[in-house]
Structure formats: structure tokens, C-alpha cells
């Protein structure tokens, strides 16, 4: 049980040992819960054929709404990012890269979702696809490899914004993001 | 000295009565440089006539120098941030406004350096000019103020980008900042 807490994101040996010796001398009630939420977890989540993220249905909630707007769709490299993009009000249509290429971890862009993805473009009305992997070295270059595909398609593609947080001052942020605020700057009509 | 070094920013007064204590223990010498150093500062600080940076020399560095690209003025609320532009690669024009307009504090329009960002506006050869106050409440409210004026007189007028900081995951990010990205999203050509 300590080895199998260990291997969770953040955790270490000594909170997985915590944690263990926790659920012990809980007497297994607690214990119990755990272990039934996470086979129940298991049992009823699917990844969405579709777009492939993580849902109870198949295809997800968010492919079989027909009232979701169709003409932007949002490349995200993991399921959270569905959430996350949820949360900040887009109301289109999703696809889960379920990754991201890296050198580092051997993940090339055949490990991808990308052949469904554009097998989706060709049948979806999406008139626009925006990469919206992160804004970090890796998501930049697979926000790159995936231009230089959909371009040859003919299909406008876009990339989130990167820039100064929202809410924060210019003399807290990095030179690197100075940098993209200005490059990116945008024209006031 | 103790409530003079209180009124420093983020200094309490137990951290005023350290710093006393300590330069009067010193036995003088580290109290004199400061002083010294004080007033040296003082003295040589000039604001620059032309931008209201601060500088040892009036006009300012950045104004007599004649290599700078006159194309672009950036519009920014306080001289530390010329610093962080500067290192951030931005080799154009400076106007530093000495505040924002904040309903709170009181300080209006009227009372930053738009008078003179006009007048030297009339005088330049600048093309655009940039809005590159925080992108905060009171430096949006700002930024939209001089948007309107600006434009007025028919001057390209553009505003930093805000978006996700560079270096960042999806996941890490706030709502709004994400819904900032999407907004601002660039045509990839």
C-alpha cells in the first residue's frame, strides 16, 4: 500500500507511509470508501471516442450536446485542461491530444491523438482550430508540429494568447513575459 | 528613525526597530554610508522632462539617445517598469504617467502626465503608441481613458497582450487568465 501511494503525483515516501498507517488504524471504514470510490471511478469512466476526454458517457456530455457551438474547436493536451477551459466560459468543442510530443519522454506525435483529430475536421463544421497546449517549451513545440499539419489542410488555426496574468503588475512578472506582452500586443479600434 | 524607516514599503515597525538598532550598535559607519548613499541618490536623480523617467541626467538616457526607434511609445505608469521593459528586449520610446487613475486614492486624469505625453506625441515621429499600463483594474481603467483620448487625434494605439505567462500549464492558470488567452488567441499564419 506505501509503494502504491508513493507512485501518486507529489506524494512521497513518508505522506504515502502516513497515509497508509492512517487507513490502518482507522479501523477499515475509511479504508473501505477509498477503495470502493476508486473502483467505482474506474468502472464508470470512459474516454470519449470522440474527443477523448473523460467522461461517465461515450461519447462524452460535451460531444453529444448538439447546443455547443461547433465552429471553434480547442486542442488541450489532458482532460483537465477540458475543465479548466470549461470553467473560463468556452462553450465549442474539444480535442484531447492526450499528451504532448517530448524528446525527453520519447512521446513523438504519432503517440498523439492526431490522426482522429483531423478524421473529426473533416467531418465536424469547425471553421477554426485553436492549440491551446501550454505556453511552455513543449506545448510550444507540439502547438507547432500540429500549425504546420493544419495549415496544409487549409484550415485556420489559432494560439491562445501568451501574455502578462490578468490582474497582476507589470514590475512582478519576468522579462520573458514583458517580452510577449509587447510582441503580442493588439491593436485598440 | 524608527517611524521614517516604518514608512518604508513592507517594512513593520518591528522590522523599522531592528534596522534602528542595528545601525546604532554599528558604531556609525554602516548609519553614514546610509545616509550618504541617501543623499547622493537625492541629489543626482533628475525626472526627465521629456518622458518623467527617472535618471541621472535630464533628458534621460533613453530620450537623447538618438539610435532609440522613435516608431513606438510605450505608455507606462511608473519608471520602475522602463526598467523591466528595457530588460525585456524593448528598444523604442518611453512615457512614464507617475501613477494610474485610481477612484480610491483619489488621482484622476488630470493629475498623471497626459498633458505632456500629448504635446510630445504632436512633436515625434511616433506611429503607435502603447498602452502598457498593468493589466489590473485601475491599469485597464487607465489604459481604456487614454484609449478614448488617443484616439481622438487618430493615433494607432495598441495594448500589451494579456494571456497565460509564458512557462506555464493550462492547469496552473485562474479562469479569467484563461479566458484572457482565448480572447486574445492569434491567427497563426
Given at each position: 500500500?506505501i509503494?502504491?501511494?508513493?507512485?501518486?503525483?507529489g506524494?512521497g515516501p513518508?505522506?504515502?507511509?502516513?497515509?497508509?498507517?492512517?487507513l490502518?488504524?482507522?479501523g477499515?471504514?475509511?479504508?473501505?470508501?477509498?477503495r470502493?470510490?476508486?473502483?467505482?471511478?474506474?468502472q464508470?469512466?470512459?474516454v470519449?471516442?470522440q474527443?477523448?476526454?473523460?467522461?461517465?458517457?461515450?461519447p462524452?456530455?460535451?460531444?453529444?450536446d448538439?447546443?455547443?457551438?461547433?465552429?471553434?474547436?480547442?486542442v488541450?493536451?489532458?482532460p483537465r485542461?477540458?475543465?479548466?477551459?470549461e470553467?473560463?466560459?468556452?462553450?465549442?468543442?474539444?480535442?484531447?491530444?492526450?499528451?504532448?510530443?517530448?524528446?525527453?519522454?520519447?512521446?513523438?506525435p504519432?503517440?498523439?491523438?492526431?490522426?482522429?483529430?483531423?478524421?473529426?475536421?473533416?467531418r465536424?463544421r469547425?471553421?477554426?482550430v485553436?492549440?491551446a497546449?501550454?505556453?511552455d517549451?513543449?506545448?510550444?513545440?507540439?502547438?507547432?508540429?500540429l500549425?504546420?499539419?493544419?495549415?496544409?489542410r487549409g484550415?485556420?488555426?489559432?494560439r491562445?494568447?501568451?501574455?502578462?496574468p490578468?490582474?497582476?503588475?507589470?514590475?512582478?512578472?519576468?522579462?520573458?513575459?514583458?517580452?510577449?506582452?509587447?510582441?503580442?500586443?493588439?491593436k485598440?479600434?
Open positions: 500500500m509503494s502504491a501511494f508513493s507512485r501518486l503525483p506524494v513518508k505522506s504515502a507511509e502516513r497515509f497508509s498507517y492512517f490502518l488504524r482507522s477499515g471504514e475509511v479504508a473501505e470508501e477509498l470502493a470510490s476508486i473502483q467505482a471511478a474506474l464508470s469512466t470512459k470519449c471516442s474527443c477523448f476526454n473523460l467522461d461517465e458517457q461515450d462524452c456530455s460535451i460531444c453529444s448538439e447546443g455547443r457551438d461547433q465552429q471553434v474547436m480547442l488541450v493536451e489532458d485542461d477540458v475543465t479548466a477551459f470553467e473560463s466560459g468556452f462553450r465549442g468543442l474539444y480535442h484531447v491530444l492526450q499528451g504532448r510530443v517530448s524528446d525527453l519522454e520519447g512521446i513523438g504519432e503517440d498523439l491523438t492526431i490522426g482522429p483529430l483531423f478524421e473529426r475536421l473533416s465536424l469547425s471553421s477554426e485553436c492549440l497546449t501550454s505556453p517549451l513543449e506545448g510550444e513545440g507540439t502547438a507547432q508540429i500549425a504546420e499539419r493544419l495549415a496544409e484550415l485556420a488555426v489559432s491562445i494568447a501568451r501574455g502578462i490578468a490582474g497582476s503588475s507589470i514590475t512582478q512578472v519576468s522579462k520573458s513575459i514583458l517580452a510577449d506582452a509587447l510582441e503580442g500586443r493588439r485598440l479600434s
